[in-house]
């Protein structure tokens, strides 16, 4: 199955990006690249480029599948309140679904029902567009009753209205992960369907007034918004009010399934962008290490992170901002990190105790001393999924992810996926969790359009 010139860095399964079946798979080296390389008994070859810089990528993949080797318990769960939406997106991954009447919206006491029979510490409120519900205020209110941190992934609209967004606030939302596709009015046309600039800029805007915490939402593709990503750090770096930035590739889902391979990126190629944008002050090779440090303590910890997101930290510096390789010797903490994932796999407990013991000394910098208290809060804020982590100033999470869809899904990352999706029953009309966002996505996917 794989090309002659190809090096075979592991054996996995996906899908057929025609018929949707399921199909072995391979995951290649071939000179400088990674490809996802698949064969259909009916459509034959199909490949997909998942980084062009395979020296990292591979040796991540190694790490990856040594210490993410057994499942992990759901650590966050998105809650799709409603499929109901107030704008029309090119993109949007749910396509017909939003108006075919097979699932319907939980009620307040359905909500309460499923908070109180999981042990999870954080949520996501999602759909559809959660502020289309009436009752969001009440429904935010239940989760901060039970002690949860509570995040909303909202397109803005209602957000125009600076009284909305402080009936938010008072009702105790923790974040507000809002859409924003860069400052370029075309992107907005092409991904969203009109022109979205101005309203992101007033809802941003009144964000800021009332000081909720912001993640910017950024859907990236090829050739229409990926020059952008450079001026979204930037932005972000000088408004502390933002707490992260997510880069979300663009998945060929829903709306856009038939979307020319022309648009189609991958989180290694944002990077990349990235790198060339800032000058280099962000690197491809810095990002890689501190994605290492990221998983070590993922597994640690006990928690699921998918191989195909990426973490990395910036640290603001007046109107600016410096990576976190300035405080912390990332390359000098690498070869604990490998043996770390060396020996997880022979025996688990000494791993971890060698990771507390070797790691934190390894990482120290002089620089490491002006900020010891911040990055010691904050990561133990970021890991144990308490709040403090999304009220730091200091530090602006930067993440580069993308979700499954027909040509990039890779089944052996399906059962680490970190999202937990959660919606009501299309039989049984309960809610309850449906799946990780991955395996769910194609599974809509093969109900839409499998075997066509």
């Known amino acids: 199955m794989a090309d002659e010139k190809d090096q075979v860095l592991r054996e996995t399964r996906s899908v057929c990006p025609v018929c949707l079946e399921d199909v072995p798979a391979l995951v290649v080296r071939r000179n400088n690249a990674v490809l996802l390389r698949k064969s259909c008994d009916k459509h034959g070859w199909s490949e997909i480029v998942l980084s062009t810089r395979a020296e990292f990528y591979a040796r991540l993949d190694d790490m990856y599948f040594r210490i993410m080797d057994e499942e992990k318990p759901v650590g966050e769960y998105e809650i799709w309140l409603t499929l109901a939406c107030d704008t029309e997106c090119t993109i949007c991954h749910l396509g017909s679904a939003k108006s075919d009447g097979i699932l319907c919206d939980p009620s307040l006491q359905d909500v309460e029902a499923f908070i109180r029979k999981t042990p999870c510490s954080s949520y996501v409120l999602s759909g559809g567009e959660p502020t289309c519900r009436d009752d969001i205020f009440e429904i935010i209110r239940i989760f901060k009753k039970h002690g949860k941190t509570v995040t909303m992934h909202t397109n803005g609209l209602k957000l125009r209205d600076k009284g909305f967004a402080a009936q938010l606030k008072q009702s105790g939302l923790d974040r507000v992960n809002l859409q924003f596709d860069g ?18 800029l007033r809802q941003l805007d009144h964000l800021k007034l009332l000081d909720v915490p912001v993640d910017l939402n950024m859907t990236v593709a090829r050739n229409v918004n990926d020059s952008d990503v450079g001026n979204v750090i930037e932005y972000a770096a000088k408004n502390p009010f933002i707490k992260g930035v997510n880069f979300f590739t663009i998945c060929l889902l829903g709306g856009v399934r038939d979307w020319s391979l022309d648009n189609y990126i991958m989180p290694d190629e ?17 990002v890689f290490l501190f994605q ?4 070590a303590m993922k597994s640690w910890q006990g928690q699921r992170f998918c191989l195909y997101s990426q973490i990395y930290l910036l640290v603001r510096n007046g109107d600016s901002y410096e990576p976190i390789d300035k405080y912390l010797d990332l390359e000098r903490a690498e070869k604990w990190l490998d043996r770390y994932a ?19 000394f390894s990482l120290f910098r002089w620089s490491s001393l002006k900020l010891a208290k911040e990055i010691f809060l904050t990561s133990l804020s970021y890991f144990f999924q308490t709040p403090h982590y999304l009220k730091s100033e200091k530090f602006l999470f930067v993440s580069f992810s993308t979700a499954c869809d027909r040509y990039k899904i890779d089944y052996g990352l399906i059962k680490n996926c970190q999202d937990g999706i959660v919606h009501t029953d299309a039989v049984s009309g309960k809610l309850g969790y449906q799946g990780c966002d991955g395996l ?9 359009y499998g075997n066509k």
């Open 270 to 286: 944002v990077v990349d962008h990235l790198e060339e944008k800032t000058a280099h002050k962000i690197t491809r090779k810095s």
């Open 342 to 360: 060396i020996l997880y796999k022979k025996n688990k407990f000494l791993a971890k105790t060698m990771l507390v013991l070797t790691v934190p």
């Open 440 to 448: 769910h996505c194609i599974e809509m996917e093969k109900k839409r």
């Open 183 to 200: 400052f370029c009015r075309d992107s907005y046309k092409t991904l969203r369907g009109t022109d979205q600039l101005d309203a992101k």
């Open 292 to 295: 290492k440090l990221h998983l």
